[in-house]
């Protein structure tokens, strides 16, 4: 297990955090190069070398890749593509993008990499401002989907406590809300709006719940001003929103309570 203290990596000098980065990029473009067929041939036909990466400023030199590439590289090629830089052996998991733009692409996991997503997991939702007393209500899917059991994995290293509930399940929550009072849901930014509807419908406010801090993902609209006031109106508790992907990580970043620019409704 790689070792996590909480609040210590979020908290970096800029220049400390800033060598790690470069250091990390220097091996990673290396590993890629070596180990990638896609990778070798898209960076040899750009005249790019691993040795070309000096500093972060040198991250722009890399040709960009874009999602038709990774289609492409797994079109015609067995296991996951021509882009591929692990040994089949090696992949404990695989998981699928939801396919909104196109054909889903797969993407495989080494125990490495599972240890790596849990990491940035656990970063990205103490950055977001959950702490190990927390529970959390996860009503998103725990299949296919890159979002369901690796942020399971990273909120249950960060210490705070797991309640799946998934997709489709809105008495369930509702009942499981009321008797464990989490203070934390993690959901899409639609559902969080049919979720208040829902609870309206059965005599009841959003705020009864208690739930203080709600998590977005998945799909647009966590972001937009219009959207998260009226979410965190509802609920009164405070939206922050994670990103990631299915080709990157399950969540990469996510706003800080301090980054929040809209009003705060606690």
Same mark, same amino acid.
């Given at each position: 297990?790689?070792?996590?203290?909480?609040?210590?990596?979020?908290?970096?000098?800029?220049?400390?955090?800033?060598?790690?980065?470069?250091?990390?990029?220097?091996?990673?473009?290396?590993?890629?190069?070596?180990?990638?067929?896609?990778?070798?041939?898209?960076?040899?036909?750009?005249?790019?070398?691993?040795?070309?990466?000096?500093?972060?400023?040198?991250?722009?030199?890399?040709?960009?890749?874009?999602?038709?590439? !990774? #289609?492409?590289?797994?079109? +015609?090629?067995? %296991? =996951? &593509?021509?882009?591929?830089?692990?040994?089949?052996?090696?992949?404990?998991?695989?998981?699928?993008?939801?396919?909104?733009?196109?054909?889903?692409?797969?993407?495989?996991?080494?125990?490495?990499?599972?240890?790596?997503?849990?990491?940035?997991?656990?970063?990205?939702?103490?950055?977001?401002?959950?702490?190990?007393?927390?529970?959390?209500?996860?009503?998103?899917?725990?299949?296919?989907?890159?979002?369901?059991?690796?942020?399971?994995?990273?909120?249950?290293?960060?210490?705070?406590?797991?309640?799946?509930?998934?997709?489709?399940?809105?008495?369930?929550?509702?009942?499981?809300?009321?008797?464990?009072?989490?203070?934390?849901?993690?959901?899409?930014?639609?559902?969080?709006?049919?979720?208040?509807?829902? !609870? #309206?419908?059965?005599?009841? +406010?959003?705020? %009864? =719940? &208690?739930?203080?801090?709600?998590?977005?993902?998945?799909?647009?609209?966590?972001?937009?001003?219009?959207?998260?006031?009226?979410?965190?109106?509802?609920?009164?508790?405070?939206?922050?929103?994670?990103?990631?992907?299915?080709?990157?990580?399950?969540?990469?970043?996510?706003?800080?309570?301090?980054?929040?620019?809209?009003?705060?409704?606690?």
């Amino acid at each position: 297990m790689l070792s996590y203290k909480h609040g210590v990596e979020e908290q970096l000098e800029k220049e400390v955090l800033q060598n790690l980065q470069t250091e990390k990029l220097k091996r990673q473009v290396d590993y890629v190069y070596r180990h990638s067929p896609m990778y070798a041939a898209k960076f040899d036909k750009a005249g790019f070398k691993p040795e070309d990466i000096q500093t972060l400023d040198d991250l722009a030199k890399i040709p960009f890749t874009e999602k038709w590439e !990774i #289609r492409e590289s797994q079109k +015609d090629v067995f %296991d =996951l &593509g021509s882009h591929q830089c692990a040994d089949m052996e090696d992949v404990i998991r695989i998981h699928s993008s939801s396919g909104t733009t196109g054909k889903p692409t797969y993407v495989g996991i080494t125990k490495r990499d599972s240890e790596v997503w849990t990491d940035i997991v656990s970063r990205v939702y103490y950055t977001a401002g959950v702490r190990p007393e927390h529970k959390v209500i996860f009503a998103m899917g725990l299949s296919f989907f890159v979002g369901g059991l690796p942020l399971k994995d990273g909120i249950e290293r960060l210490g705070a406590t797991f309640i799946p509930i998934g997709t489709g399940a809105s008495e369930r929550l509702v009942t499981t809300a009321l008797s464990l009072k989490p203070d934390v849901l993690l959901c899409t930014p639609s559902y969080a709006n049919y979720l208040a509807d829902y !609870i #309206r419908s059965i005599d009841m +406010d959003p705020k %009864d =719940l &208690g739930i203080k801090l709600i998590g977005t993902g998945g799909e647009p609209g966590g972001g937009l001003p219009e959207v998260r006031q009226k979410i965190e109106q509802d609920w009164g508790a405070r939206v922050f929103e994670a990103m990631g992907n299915a080709d990157m990580a399950p969540v990469v970043f996510s706003e800080c309570p301090d980054g929040i620019s809209l009003p705060r409704i606690m």
